[in-house]
Protein backbone atom coordinates (compact mmCIF):
# COMPACT_ATOMS: atom_id res chain seq x y z
CA UNK A 1 0.00 0.00 0.00
CA UNK A 2 1.64 3.47 -0.84
CA UNK A 3 1.50 6.05 1.92
CA UNK A 4 0.67 9.20 0.42
CA UNK A 5 -0.97 12.63 1.89
CA UNK A 6 -4.56 11.52 1.42
CA UNK A 7 -3.81 8.50 2.93
CA UNK A 8 -2.58 9.19 6.05
CA UNK A 9 -5.80 11.66 7.22
CA UNK A 10 -7.32 8.53 7.03
CA UNK A 11 -5.38 6.36 9.72
CA UNK A 12 -5.22 5.90 12.94
CA UNK A 13 -2.01 6.39 14.16
CA UNK A 14 -2.05 2.91 15.57
CA UNK A 15 -2.27 1.70 11.74
CA UNK A 16 -0.20 4.01 10.84
CA UNK A 17 2.95 3.15 12.83
CA UNK A 18 2.13 -0.57 11.32
CA UNK A 19 2.05 0.07 7.99
CA UNK A 20 5.29 2.18 8.54
CA UNK A 21 6.77 -0.62 10.26
CA UNK A 22 6.45 -2.90 7.58
CA UNK A 23 7.15 -0.49 4.74
CA UNK A 24 10.66 -0.60 6.67
CA UNK A 25 11.17 -4.02 7.58
CA UNK A 26 10.67 -4.76 4.08
CA UNK A 27 13.17 -2.01 2.96
CA UNK A 28 15.80 -3.56 5.22
CA UNK A 29 14.95 -6.96 3.89
CA UNK A 30 15.27 -5.79 0.33
CA UNK A 31 18.67 -4.39 1.40
CA UNK A 32 20.02 -7.26 3.07
CA UNK A 33 18.96 -9.05 -0.24
CA UNK A 34 20.51 -6.77 -2.26
CA UNK A 35 23.84 -6.82 0.10
CA UNK A 36 23.63 -10.44 0.30
CA UNK A 37 23.44 -10.36 -3.94
CA UNK A 38 26.31 -8.35 -4.01
CA UNK A 39 28.56 -10.28 -1.33
CA UNK A 40 28.02 -13.58 -3.26
CA UNK A 41 28.65 -11.87 -6.95
CA UNK A 42 31.89 -10.43 -5.58
CA UNK A 43 32.62 -13.94 -4.14
CA UNK A 44 32.17 -15.71 -7.40
CA UNK A 45 34.36 -13.25 -9.08
CA UNK A 46 37.19 -13.65 -7.02
CA UNK A 47 37.17 -16.95 -5.66
CA UNK A 48 37.73 -19.45 -9.00
CA UNK A 49 40.11 -21.52 -7.40
CA UNK A 50 37.81 -22.51 -4.82
CA UNK A 51 34.62 -23.77 -5.39
CA UNK A 52 33.97 -25.25 -2.14
CA UNK A 53 34.30 -21.71 -0.63
CA UNK A 54 31.66 -20.03 -3.03
CA UNK A 55 29.21 -22.91 -2.75
CA UNK A 56 29.11 -22.62 1.22
CA UNK A 57 28.86 -18.77 1.09
CA UNK A 58 26.19 -19.18 -1.29
CA UNK A 59 24.43 -21.82 1.08
CA UNK A 60 24.55 -19.84 4.57
CA UNK A 61 23.47 -16.76 2.42
CA UNK A 62 20.28 -18.44 1.55
CA UNK A 63 20.07 -20.27 4.57
CA UNK A 64 20.11 -16.59 6.36
CA UNK A 65 17.75 -15.09 4.13
CA UNK A 66 15.44 -17.57 4.01
CA UNK A 67 15.16 -17.96 7.43
CA UNK A 68 15.71 -22.00 7.45
CA UNK A 69 17.33 -23.58 10.34
CA UNK A 70 19.56 -25.68 8.40
CA UNK A 71 20.51 -26.46 5.03
CA UNK A 72 22.64 -27.92 2.30
CA UNK A 73 24.75 -28.57 -1.28
CA UNK A 74 24.14 -31.42 -3.40
CA UNK A 75 26.34 -31.88 -6.48
CA UNK A 76 26.28 -35.11 -8.98
CA UNK A 77 28.30 -37.88 -8.78
CA UNK A 78 29.97 -40.26 -11.68
CA UNK A 79 27.52 -43.16 -10.51
CA UNK A 80 24.30 -40.53 -10.95
CA UNK A 81 23.42 -39.89 -7.26
CA UNK A 82 23.73 -36.36 -6.14
CA UNK A 83 25.58 -36.54 -2.39
CA UNK A 84 26.08 -33.58 -0.45
CA UNK A 85 28.84 -31.38 -0.59
CA UNK A 86 28.40 -28.44 1.51
CA UNK A 87 25.94 -27.99 4.96
CA UNK A 88 24.99 -25.07 7.03
CA UNK A 89 23.09 -24.97 9.96
CA UNK A 90 21.38 -22.87 12.92
CA UNK A 91 20.45 -23.53 16.85
CA UNK A 92 19.61 -26.86 18.09
CA UNK A 93 18.15 -28.63 14.33
CA UNK A 94 21.27 -27.27 12.32
CA UNK A 95 23.62 -29.59 13.09
CA UNK A 96 22.55 -33.17 12.79
CA UNK A 97 25.34 -35.81 12.97
CA UNK A 98 22.89 -38.22 12.72
CA UNK A 99 21.16 -36.92 9.21
CA UNK A 100 24.46 -35.54 7.50
CA UNK A 101 25.77 -38.75 7.70
CA UNK A 102 22.86 -40.33 6.33
CA UNK A 103 22.65 -37.84 3.27
CA UNK A 104 26.12 -38.59 2.83
CA UNK A 105 26.55 -42.11 2.73
CA UNK A 106 23.58 -42.43 0.68
CA UNK A 107 23.54 -39.83 -2.18
CA UNK A 108 19.66 -38.75 -3.26
CA UNK A 109 18.38 -40.08 -6.60
CA UNK A 110 15.60 -39.01 -9.39
CA UNK A 111 12.78 -40.24 -7.61
CA UNK A 112 9.35 -39.59 -5.23
CA UNK A 113 10.61 -40.36 -2.16
CA UNK A 114 12.52 -36.92 -1.38
CA UNK A 115 11.80 -33.37 -1.91
CA UNK A 116 15.22 -33.47 -3.26
CA UNK A 117 15.11 -36.47 -5.63
CA UNK A 118 11.58 -34.85 -7.02
CA UNK A 119 13.15 -31.95 -7.56
CA UNK A 120 15.61 -33.87 -9.53
CA UNK A 121 13.17 -36.07 -11.33
CA UNK A 122 11.08 -33.07 -12.73
CA UNK A 123 13.65 -30.48 -12.72
CA UNK A 124 11.68 -27.38 -10.65
CA UNK A 125 11.54 -26.00 -7.35
CA UNK A 126 9.64 -28.54 -5.12
CA UNK A 127 7.91 -26.86 -1.50
CA UNK A 128 7.38 -29.48 1.00
CA UNK A 129 5.44 -28.03 3.81
CA UNK A 130 5.31 -31.47 5.72
CA UNK A 131 7.07 -33.99 5.13
CA UNK A 132 5.07 -36.14 7.51
CA UNK A 133 2.49 -35.50 4.59
CA UNK A 134 4.45 -36.78 1.73
CA UNK A 135 3.53 -40.09 0.64
CA UNK A 136 6.50 -42.53 0.69
CA UNK A 137 8.96 -40.18 2.11
CA UNK A 138 12.46 -42.01 2.63
CA UNK A 139 11.94 -43.48 6.30
CA UNK A 140 15.84 -43.68 7.37
CA UNK A 141 15.57 -39.36 6.51
CA UNK A 142 12.33 -39.40 8.30
CA UNK A 143 13.93 -41.06 11.57
CA UNK A 144 17.09 -38.96 11.57
CA UNK A 145 16.15 -35.19 10.40
CA UNK A 146 14.56 -33.31 12.56
CA UNK A 147 12.93 -30.80 10.11
CA UNK A 148 9.39 -30.83 8.92
CA UNK A 149 9.58 -28.29 6.25
CA UNK A 150 11.50 -28.67 3.38
CA UNK A 151 12.93 -26.54 -0.04
CA UNK A 152 14.79 -27.52 -2.84
CA UNK A 153 15.51 -25.47 -5.38
CA UNK A 154 17.42 -27.40 -8.28
CA UNK A 155 20.73 -25.79 -10.03
CA UNK A 156 20.22 -25.90 -13.71
CA UNK A 157 22.34 -25.21 -16.48
CA UNK A 158 20.77 -25.75 -20.35
CA UNK A 159 18.33 -27.90 -18.87
CA UNK A 160 20.42 -30.37 -16.98
CA UNK A 161 20.69 -30.23 -12.89
CA UNK A 162 24.00 -29.75 -12.16
CA UNK A 163 23.17 -29.15 -8.50
CA UNK A 164 20.46 -28.82 -5.61
CA UNK A 165 20.10 -26.26 -2.87
CA UNK A 166 18.20 -27.63 0.01
CA UNK A 167 17.00 -25.77 3.14
CA UNK A 168 15.10 -27.01 6.06
CA UNK A 169 12.78 -25.90 9.02
CA UNK A 170 12.66 -27.76 12.15
CA UNK A 171 10.23 -28.38 14.87
CA UNK A 172 6.86 -27.15 13.31
CA UNK A 173 5.77 -26.89 9.87
CA UNK A 174 6.89 -23.61 8.57
CA UNK A 175 6.28 -22.85 5.06
CA UNK A 176 8.49 -20.51 3.27
CA UNK A 177 6.62 -17.54 1.45
CA UNK A 178 6.63 -17.21 -2.41
CA UNK A 179 9.53 -14.05 -2.24
CA UNK A 180 11.55 -16.24 -0.20
CA UNK A 181 11.43 -18.95 -2.59
CA UNK A 182 12.20 -16.40 -5.41
CA UNK A 183 15.18 -15.53 -3.57
CA UNK A 184 16.55 -18.78 -3.47
CA UNK A 185 15.95 -19.59 -6.81
CA UNK A 186 18.13 -16.36 -7.67
CA UNK A 187 20.78 -18.17 -5.37
CA UNK A 188 20.72 -21.23 -7.42
CA UNK A 189 21.21 -19.58 -10.73
CA UNK A 190 24.24 -17.73 -8.96
CA UNK A 191 25.56 -21.27 -7.84
CA UNK A 192 25.65 -22.60 -11.39
CA UNK A 193 27.56 -19.39 -12.09
CA UNK A 194 30.11 -19.86 -9.73
CA UNK A 195 30.51 -23.82 -10.88
CA UNK A 196 30.20 -22.76 -14.31
CA UNK A 197 33.66 -20.27 -13.90
CA UNK A 198 35.44 -22.46 -11.98
CA UNK A 199 34.94 -25.34 -14.71
CA UNK A 200 36.04 -23.02 -17.30
CA UNK A 201 39.04 -22.26 -15.44
CA UNK A 202 39.56 -25.56 -14.69
CA UNK A 203 39.53 -26.05 -18.66
CA UNK A 204 41.79 -23.24 -19.24
CA UNK A 205 44.62 -24.16 -16.51
CA UNK A 206 44.67 -27.48 -18.35
CA UNK A 207 44.95 -26.02 -21.79
CA UNK A 208 47.45 -23.49 -21.01
CA UNK A 209 49.59 -26.45 -19.17
CA UNK A 210 49.16 -28.28 -22.21
CA UNK A 211 50.58 -25.59 -23.99
CA UNK A 212 53.22 -25.30 -21.87
CA UNK A 213 54.12 -29.03 -21.99
CA UNK A 214 54.27 -28.74 -25.93
CA UNK A 215 56.49 -25.52 -25.53
CA UNK A 216 58.38 -27.28 -23.39
CA UNK A 217 58.78 -30.17 -25.89
CA UNK A 218 59.40 -28.16 -28.49
CA UNK A 219 62.35 -26.33 -26.73
CA UNK A 220 63.70 -29.54 -25.44
CA UNK A 221 63.97 -30.94 -29.10
CA UNK A 222 65.42 -28.01 -30.82
CA UNK A 223 68.37 -28.08 -27.61
CA UNK A 224 68.60 -31.68 -28.13
CA UNK A 225 68.88 -31.18 -32.14
CA UNK A 226 71.38 -28.43 -31.70
CA UNK A 227 72.97 -30.54 -29.48
CA UNK A 228 72.94 -33.70 -31.65
CA UNK A 229 74.67 -31.77 -34.32
CA UNK A 230 77.30 -30.39 -31.93
CA UNK A 231 77.98 -33.81 -30.73
CA UNK A 232 78.04 -36.14 -33.99
CA UNK A 233 80.37 -33.28 -35.72
CA UNK A 234 82.34 -33.27 -32.66
CA UNK A 235 82.57 -37.55 -32.77
CA UNK A 236 83.13 -37.48 -36.46
CA UNK A 237 86.00 -34.87 -36.06
CA UNK A 238 87.65 -37.45 -32.88
CA UNK A 239 87.32 -40.67 -34.68
CA UNK A 240 89.42 -40.28 -37.85
CA UNK A 241 92.69 -40.19 -35.42
CA UNK A 242 91.38 -42.15 -33.17
CA UNK A 243 91.17 -44.91 -35.73
CA UNK A 244 94.55 -44.27 -36.74
CA UNK A 245 96.00 -44.46 -32.61
CA UNK A 246 94.03 -47.95 -32.54
CA UNK A 247 95.19 -49.57 -35.90
CA UNK A 248 98.82 -48.10 -34.90
CA UNK A 249 98.65 -49.45 -31.79
CA UNK A 250 97.75 -52.71 -32.97
CA UNK A 251 100.48 -52.91 -35.57
CA UNK A 252 103.07 -51.93 -33.31
CA UNK A 253 102.57 -54.68 -31.00
CA UNK A 254 102.91 -56.55 -33.63
CA UNK A 255 106.32 -54.84 -34.71
CA UNK A 256 107.35 -55.90 -31.54
CA UNK A 257 106.37 -59.16 -31.45
CA UNK A 258 108.56 -59.16 -34.49
CA UNK A 259 111.42 -57.47 -32.91
CA UNK A 260 111.49 -59.79 -30.53
CA UNK A 261 111.78 -62.64 -32.94
CA UNK A 262 114.30 -60.90 -34.64
CA UNK A 263 116.67 -60.57 -31.60
CA UNK A 264 116.26 -63.89 -30.11
CA UNK A 265 119.17 -65.34 -32.37
CA UNK A 266 121.34 -62.29 -31.63
CA UNK A 267 121.03 -62.94 -27.72
CA UNK A 268 123.41 -65.27 -27.36
CA UNK A 269 125.88 -62.88 -28.25
CA UNK A 270 124.86 -60.44 -25.52
CA UNK A 271 125.56 -60.33 -21.98
CA UNK A 272 123.16 -62.02 -19.27
CA UNK A 273 122.32 -58.60 -18.07
CA UNK A 274 121.63 -57.18 -21.92
CA UNK A 275 119.61 -59.96 -22.42
CA UNK A 276 117.42 -59.00 -19.42
CA UNK A 277 116.84 -55.45 -20.18
CA UNK A 278 115.81 -56.21 -23.81
CA UNK A 279 113.54 -58.67 -22.45
CA UNK A 280 112.18 -56.44 -19.68
CA UNK A 281 112.40 -53.40 -22.44
CA UNK A 282 109.74 -55.31 -25.12
CA UNK A 283 107.62 -56.28 -22.53
CA UNK A 284 107.08 -52.88 -21.17
CA UNK A 285 106.74 -52.03 -24.56
CA UNK A 286 103.94 -54.78 -25.00
CA UNK A 287 102.04 -53.73 -22.32
CA UNK A 288 102.15 -50.01 -22.89
CA UNK A 289 100.63 -50.57 -26.77
CA UNK A 290 97.75 -53.08 -24.94
CA UNK A 291 97.11 -50.17 -22.99
CA UNK A 292 96.81 -48.39 -25.14
CA UNK A 293 94.82 -50.37 -27.48
CA UNK A 294 92.61 -50.93 -24.84
CA UNK A 295 91.77 -47.22 -23.89
CA UNK A 296 91.38 -46.57 -27.49
CA UNK A 297 88.59 -49.42 -27.81
CA UNK A 298 87.05 -47.67 -25.16
CA UNK A 299 87.15 -44.24 -26.46
CA UNK A 300 85.84 -45.65 -29.95
CA UNK A 301 82.55 -46.81 -27.81
CA UNK A 302 82.21 -43.95 -26.77
CA UNK A 303 82.49 -42.29 -29.84
CA UNK A 304 80.05 -44.74 -31.41
CA UNK A 305 77.71 -43.92 -28.54
CA UNK A 306 77.90 -39.97 -29.19
CA UNK A 307 77.10 -40.79 -32.72
CA UNK A 308 73.88 -43.06 -31.43
CA UNK A 309 73.01 -40.30 -28.92
CA UNK A 310 73.00 -37.62 -31.75
CA UNK A 311 71.17 -39.67 -34.08
CA UNK A 312 67.70 -37.81 -34.86
CA UNK A 313 64.64 -40.56 -35.85
CA UNK A 314 61.70 -41.17 -32.59
CA UNK A 315 61.18 -45.24 -34.24
CA UNK A 316 57.59 -46.22 -34.78
CA UNK A 317 54.98 -45.44 -31.82
CA UNK A 318 52.45 -48.10 -31.23
CA UNK A 319 51.19 -50.41 -28.43
CA UNK A 320 52.86 -52.97 -27.69
CA UNK A 321 52.32 -56.09 -24.87
CA UNK A 322 54.99 -54.56 -21.98
CA UNK A 323 55.35 -58.19 -20.64
CA UNK A 324 55.78 -59.69 -23.70
CA UNK A 325 58.67 -57.05 -24.14
CA UNK A 326 60.31 -57.50 -20.94
CA UNK A 327 60.26 -61.43 -21.00
CA UNK A 328 62.14 -60.97 -24.50
CA UNK A 329 64.72 -58.94 -23.19
CA UNK A 330 65.14 -60.81 -20.26
CA UNK A 331 65.97 -63.96 -22.15
CA UNK A 332 68.01 -61.76 -24.67
CA UNK A 333 69.92 -60.14 -22.00
CA UNK A 334 70.30 -63.44 -20.29
CA UNK A 335 71.70 -65.69 -23.32
CA UNK A 336 74.04 -62.88 -24.45
CA UNK A 337 75.93 -62.83 -20.64
CA UNK A 338 76.33 -66.33 -21.03
CA UNK A 339 77.95 -66.29 -24.57
CA UNK A 340 79.82 -63.25 -23.60
CA UNK A 341 81.46 -64.40 -19.73
CA UNK A 342 82.10 -68.35 -19.21
CA UNK A 343 80.62 -69.22 -16.14
CA UNK A 344 78.21 -66.75 -16.01
CA UNK A 345 75.16 -67.59 -14.57
CA UNK A 346 72.27 -65.99 -12.86
CA UNK A 347 69.04 -66.93 -10.53
CA UNK A 348 66.02 -65.19 -12.78
CA UNK A 349 62.74 -64.36 -11.16
CA UNK A 350 60.00 -62.84 -13.17
CA UNK A 351 56.59 -61.23 -11.66
CA UNK A 352 54.66 -59.72 -14.49
CA UNK A 353 51.16 -57.88 -13.56
CA UNK A 354 48.77 -60.16 -16.26
CA UNK A 355 46.78 -56.61 -15.85
CA UNK A 356 49.42 -54.87 -17.46
CA UNK A 357 47.87 -55.06 -20.77
CA UNK A 358 49.37 -52.79 -23.90
CA UNK A 359 51.00 -50.01 -23.22
CA UNK A 360 51.79 -47.53 -26.16
CA UNK A 361 55.94 -47.12 -26.66
CA UNK A 362 58.51 -46.61 -29.13
CA UNK A 363 59.40 -50.16 -28.92
CA UNK A 364 62.91 -50.17 -30.03
CA UNK A 365 63.89 -47.39 -28.05
CA UNK A 366 62.32 -49.10 -25.15
CA UNK A 367 63.98 -52.23 -25.31
CA UNK A 368 66.99 -50.80 -25.00
CA UNK A 369 66.34 -49.25 -21.81
CA UNK A 370 65.29 -52.63 -20.40
CA UNK A 371 68.44 -54.49 -21.98
CA UNK A 372 71.19 -52.18 -20.17
CA UNK A 373 69.04 -51.94 -17.24
CA UNK A 374 68.96 -55.69 -17.07
CA UNK A 375 73.22 -56.34 -18.48
CA UNK A 376 73.62 -53.60 -15.33
CA UNK A 377 72.07 -55.84 -13.21
CA UNK A 378 73.53 -58.81 -14.68
CA UNK A 379 77.25 -57.36 -14.14
CA UNK A 380 76.52 -56.41 -10.62
CA UNK A 381 75.31 -59.91 -9.03
CA UNK A 382 77.90 -61.28 -11.30
CA UNK A 383 80.76 -59.00 -9.66
CA UNK A 384 79.40 -59.43 -6.22
CA UNK A 385 79.85 -63.16 -6.45
CA UNK A 386 83.38 -62.62 -7.59
CA UNK A 387 84.11 -60.93 -5.07
CA UNK A 388 82.41 -62.48 -2.48
CA UNK A 389 83.63 -64.95 -0.19
CA UNK A 390 80.52 -66.43 0.49
CA UNK A 391 80.40 -69.17 -1.87
CA UNK A 392 76.19 -69.74 -1.06
CA UNK A 393 76.05 -66.52 -2.41
CA UNK A 394 73.35 -66.87 -5.19
CA UNK A 395 73.44 -64.09 -8.19
CA UNK A 396 69.62 -62.98 -8.39
CA UNK A 397 67.76 -60.83 -10.64
CA UNK A 398 64.18 -59.82 -10.25
CA UNK A 399 61.60 -58.46 -12.78
CA UNK A 400 58.10 -56.82 -11.81
CA UNK A 401 55.44 -55.55 -13.63
CA UNK A 402 52.35 -53.74 -12.18
CA UNK A 403 49.69 -51.64 -14.08
CA UNK A 404 49.45 -48.43 -11.66
CA UNK A 405 46.78 -46.87 -13.39
CA UNK A 406 46.69 -44.74 -16.05
CA UNK A 407 50.69 -45.56 -15.67
CA UNK A 408 52.82 -48.79 -16.08
CA UNK A 409 55.71 -49.46 -13.30
CA UNK A 410 58.42 -51.42 -14.45
CA UNK A 411 60.86 -52.55 -11.17
CA UNK A 412 64.49 -54.35 -11.96
CA UNK A 413 66.25 -55.62 -8.87
CA UNK A 414 69.90 -57.01 -8.48
CA UNK A 415 71.22 -58.50 -4.70
CA UNK A 416 74.16 -57.22 -6.08
CA UNK A 417 77.14 -54.86 -5.22
CA UNK A 418 74.83 -51.59 -4.68
CA UNK A 419 75.52 -48.19 -5.24
CA UNK A 420 77.36 -45.76 -2.77
CA UNK A 421 75.38 -42.70 -2.38
CA UNK A 422 78.35 -40.45 -3.95
CA UNK A 423 77.67 -42.30 -7.11
CA UNK A 424 74.18 -42.23 -6.90
CA UNK A 425 73.89 -39.01 -7.83
CA UNK A 426 75.96 -39.19 -10.81
CA UNK A 427 74.71 -42.43 -12.60
CA UNK A 428 72.79 -40.84 -15.59
CA UNK A 429 75.28 -38.06 -16.19
CA UNK A 430 76.77 -39.27 -19.71
CA UNK A 431 79.99 -40.64 -19.36
CA UNK A 432 79.86 -41.59 -16.24
CA UNK A 433 80.43 -45.26 -15.52
CA UNK A 434 82.26 -47.45 -12.03
CA UNK A 435 83.12 -50.17 -14.62
CA UNK A 436 86.83 -50.72 -15.58
CA UNK A 437 88.05 -49.42 -18.42
CA UNK A 438 86.90 -51.15 -21.58
CA UNK A 439 83.45 -52.42 -20.01
CA UNK A 440 81.58 -49.56 -19.98
CA UNK A 441 81.04 -46.23 -21.90
CA UNK A 442 79.21 -44.63 -19.60
CA UNK A 443 76.51 -43.84 -21.85
CA UNK A 444 74.00 -46.73 -21.13
CA UNK A 445 71.55 -45.26 -18.05
CA UNK A 446 72.32 -41.60 -19.56
CA UNK A 447 70.82 -42.57 -22.64
CA UNK A 448 68.09 -44.75 -21.02
CA UNK A 449 66.98 -41.48 -18.77
CA UNK A 450 66.65 -39.82 -22.09
CA UNK A 451 64.43 -42.31 -23.56
CA UNK A 452 62.11 -42.70 -20.65
CA UNK A 453 61.63 -39.23 -19.72
CA UNK A 454 62.17 -37.22 -22.53
CA UNK A 455 60.52 -39.62 -25.47
CA UNK A 456 58.23 -41.03 -23.17
CA UNK A 457 57.24 -38.66 -20.62
CA UNK A 458 58.15 -41.07 -17.61
CA UNK A 459 60.18 -41.51 -14.90
CA UNK A 460 63.67 -43.86 -13.85
CA UNK A 461 64.69 -43.57 -10.33
CA UNK A 462 67.00 -46.04 -8.36
CA UNK A 463 66.61 -47.77 -5.55
CA UNK A 464 69.75 -48.79 -3.70
CA UNK A 465 71.49 -50.32 -0.17
CA UNK A 466 75.45 -50.33 -0.58
CA UNK A 467 76.53 -54.78 -0.25
CA UNK A 468 72.83 -55.85 -0.89
CA UNK A 469 70.88 -54.82 -4.15
CA UNK A 470 70.26 -52.14 -6.68
CA UNK A 471 66.57 -51.15 -7.85
CA UNK A 472 65.90 -49.36 -11.14
CA UNK A 473 62.00 -47.98 -11.31
CA UNK A 474 60.52 -47.50 -14.76
CA UNK A 475 57.34 -45.70 -15.20
CA UNK A 476 55.96 -44.94 -18.53
CA UNK A 477 51.74 -43.79 -19.21
CA UNK A 478 49.68 -46.17 -20.89
CA UNK A 479 49.14 -43.61 -23.65
CA UNK A 480 51.96 -41.05 -24.98
CA UNK A 481 51.22 -37.57 -24.94
CA UNK A 482 50.65 -36.01 -28.39
CA UNK A 483 54.26 -34.71 -29.24
CA UNK A 484 55.73 -36.64 -26.14
CA UNK A 485 58.98 -37.57 -28.36
CA UNK A 486 61.35 -35.42 -29.10
CA UNK A 487 63.03 -35.76 -32.79
CA UNK A 488 66.50 -35.59 -31.30
CA UNK A 489 66.29 -38.87 -29.06
CA UNK A 490 68.20 -41.76 -30.81
CA UNK A 491 66.74 -45.14 -32.63
CA UNK A 492 69.39 -47.87 -32.71
Not at 131 to 137: S, T, V
Not at 295 to 315: C, F, P, Q, T, Y
Amino acid sequence: MTIGPDTVGKLSNEELTRQLAGALAERDELQAQQAATGSILKEISRSTFDLTKVLQSLLDSAMHLGKATSGGMFLPESDGGYRMAVLAGEGPQGSDPALEKTLRDRPIRPGRDTTTGLALLERRTVHTPDINAMPGYRPDIVAVGAYRTNLAVPMLRDGEVVGVIVLTRGGAVLPFTDKQIELIETFAAQAVIAIGNVRLFNELRDSLERLKAAQDNLIQAEKLASLGQLTAGIAHEIKNPLNFVNNFADLSAELVGELRGALDPAKTELGAEARADVDELTEMLTANLAKVSQHGRRADSIVKNMLLHSREGGGERRRVDLNASVEESLNLAYHGARAEKPGFNMTLEKDLDPALGEVELYPQEFVRVLLNLISNGFYAAHQRKIDSADAAFEPTLRVTTRARGDHAEIRIRDNGTGIPDSVKEKIFNPFFTTKPAGEGTGLGLSLSFDIVVKQHGGTLDVETEPGTFTEFVVTVPRQLAAGAAPAAVPSP
